[in-house]
């Protein structure tokens, strides 16, 4: 599966932006997919997280409450609302997929990731 992020720019604090992730192939539905992010010289980071169907998240402690996962399986796309974006959220942008049939409450690996997307966020 192919991931295309997008979305990503130049955003005041206290701003919003909303990430888009595109993917290719009929099988989307069937995987969990997830946001992850990275700043330079930092190891990658897991933002949000979303079940197959979408009825189930995950947030990261340093996103909760301030960031939304979404996905439409008919449009193949994840989203992944930022709203009161802070500086420390300066990072590129994954989205990631895993392979089929994962069990969202069990045990997984992302095995497909998208190019990234930049978000920087101004003081």
């Known amino acids: 599966v192919q991931l295309q992020a997008s979305g990503g720019g130049l955003v005041q604090a206290g701003g919003s932006l909303r990430l888009s992730c595109a993917a290719s192939?009929?099988?989307?539905?069937?995987?969990?997919l997830g946001w992850f992010r990275q700043a330079p010289g930092k190891e990658r980071e897991f933002v949000a997280s979303?079940?197959?169907?979408?009825?189930?998240?995950g947030y990261s402690d340093s996103v909760k409450g301030r960031f939304t996962i979404s996905r439409d399986n008919a449009k193949n796309t994840v989203y992944l609302q930022m709203n009161s974006l802070k500086p420390e959220d300066t990072n590129v942008y994954y989205c990631?997929?895993?392979?089929?049939?994962?069990?969202?409450?069990?045990?997984?690996?992302?095995?497909?990731w998208g190019q990234g997307t930049q978000v920087t966020v101004s003081s």
């Open positions: 990631a997929a895993t392979k089929l049939g994962r069990n969202y409450s069990g045990r997984y690996v992302y095995d497909y």
């Open positions: 979303i079940s197959q169907g979408g009825g189930s998240t």
């Open positions: 192939g009929s099988t989307f539905s069937n995987r969990i």
